[in-house]
């Protein structure tokens, strides 16, 4: 089991350029969520899946698009990327229970 | 809706001795759970203990121990015997249980525990 994977670990984009965080899980969760921590906070959820085809927002979706068109994938996209973005994101899988399983996080840096 | 609340931004702890972690939270459900994470300077989230709101008994993993005192709505974090790798943030959060959102979690700011040798 590799459990919850992310790419990359670290990403520099400029101002208006977009790209896509991936996010994958082998444990056959239904549930799937983004969060990003900004210094001196918790992590806050971005977007959130409760099984194929199915996603919502959280609590600071602006500026993201979600998809989950597989169990296993759950990929993060910023569609023109901000200073304000400027975080480390963290990607979750969970069986819906009392476990709930990060990935290693990006760094992601956006000038 | 829903909050957690450390106010505690930052502990120090002498190596050997226990220190509590402070965590509250606020909810109208009557089903929840509660998490305690680390992260350390690697940056990564690991899991500690968890508190089912209908469990009778305090978790205990270990070094860790979770004081769960539900009317007064606290799930502090114990941790005995520190150690200097105890060093590191740490998060408390909560989650419904009932609902569609059931896989996601709130989160405090955390509490930065510095232990010292």
């Known amino acids: 089991n590799a459990g919850v994977t992310q790419t990359p670990k670290f990403q520099v984009l400029k101002t208006g350029q977009s790209m896509t965080l991936q996010c994958a899980q082998d444990?056959?969760?239904?549930?799937m969520s983004w969060y990003r921590q900004d210094p001196g906070m918790g992590l806050r959820l971005i977007h959130y899946?409760?099984?194929?085809?199915?996603?919502d927002q959280g609590e600071v979706p602006n500026g993201y698009n979600v998809s989950r068109s597989t169990t296993e994938d759950f990929p993060l996209r910023l569609l023109s990327a901000a200073p304000s973005q400027t975080s480390v994101y963290f990607c979750?899988?969970?069986?819906?229970?009392?476990?709930?399983?990060f990935g290693p996080g990006t760094r992601l840096t956006v000038l | 809706a829903q909050k957690i609340t450390q106010t505690q931004p930052g502990m120090f702890v002498q190596e050997k001795e226990a220190v509590t972690l402070d965590c509250t939270y606020d909810?109208?459900?009557?089903?929840?759970?509660l998490f305690w994470y680390k992260q350390p300077s690697s940056g990564e989230m690991i899991f500690l203990i968890y508190?089912?709101?209908?469990?009778?008994q305090n978790a205990t993993e270990g070094r860790y121990s979770l004081n769960f005192q539900k009317a007064r709505k606290s799930a502090n974090l114990v941790i005995s015997a520190s150690q200097l790798g105890d060093s590191a943030m740490y998060f408390c959060?909560?989650?419904?249980?009932?609902?569609?959102?059931?896989?996601?979690?709130?989160f405090g700011k955390g509490t930065k525990l510095s232990v010292k040798p």
């Open positions: 508190q089912g709101s209908y469990d009778e």
């Open positions: 444990m056959n969760h239904e549930y």
């Open positions: 979750a899988s969970s069986p819906g229970n009392n476990e709930q399983f």
């Open positions: 959060a909560m989650r419904e249980l009932d609902g569609g959102s059931q896989g996601n979690l709130i």
């Open positions: 909810t109208s459900d009557q089903s929840y759970g």
């Open positions: 899946s409760v099984g194929a085809g199915i996603t």
